[in-house]
């Protein structure tokens, strides 16, 4: 998935469909980025989504967005999440073309997840969207070298329940 202006660049939105990309509208809701989405994990098929919805202006881990996250829980799918140290001094917001440096890419265990209920009620569905992706979120955070803080410092105080992705009890 991304977003669907850069596919308005010749080049680069050709070669970006030809490595399996698909555009995504990132100021309203996408239904058909959604079922190309969840296509892809149904077949079981990896599908990379960063979840900061954007580039980073300041350099920090910015805020999750819920998507992934609620896709995660309605098919069940695990999550890898990855940590990329370097890239905004590589290549920061506003700038045309990278220059040298060193990026680390770093992937960490992966986070089963267990498929909600079908019919459970969307403001659960959102809790545990928002734990999920603060679980996530925390452990980016904890793998970035540099200790990079989330912007607005949403994270120093998120202490989180541990919470049952499955939608049971917890044991």
């Known amino acids: 998935m991304a977003w669907d202006k850069v596919f308005e660049i010749p080049v680069l939105g050709l070669l970006m469909r030809i490595f399996g990309a698909f555009p995504v509208k990132l100021d309203a809701v996408d239904p058909a980025a959604q079922r190309e989405a969840f296509d892809i994990v149904r077949s079981g098929r990896a599908l990379v989504i960063f979840p900061e919805g954007g580039r980073t202006v300041a350099g920090g881990l910015m805020p999750f967005k819920m998507g992934a996250f609620r896709l995660a829980l309605t098919i069940g799918a695990p999550i890898v999440p990855v940590a990329i140290d370097g890239g905004y001094g590589i290549w920061p917001a506003g700038q045309r073309l990278p220059r040298p440096g060193k990026v680390t890419i770093t992937y960490l265990p992966a986070i089963e997840v267990a ?13 545990l969207a928002r734990a999920l992706a603060a679980r996530t979120q925390d452990q980016v955070q904890a793998a970035l070298s540099g200790g990079n803080s989330i912007e607005g410092d949403r994270l120093k105080n998120l202490h989180e329940p541990e919470v049952n992705m499955g939608g049971g009890s917890p044991d």
């Open 115 to 127: 498929p909600v209920p079908d019919d459970i009620a969307k403001v659960d569905l959102k809790r």
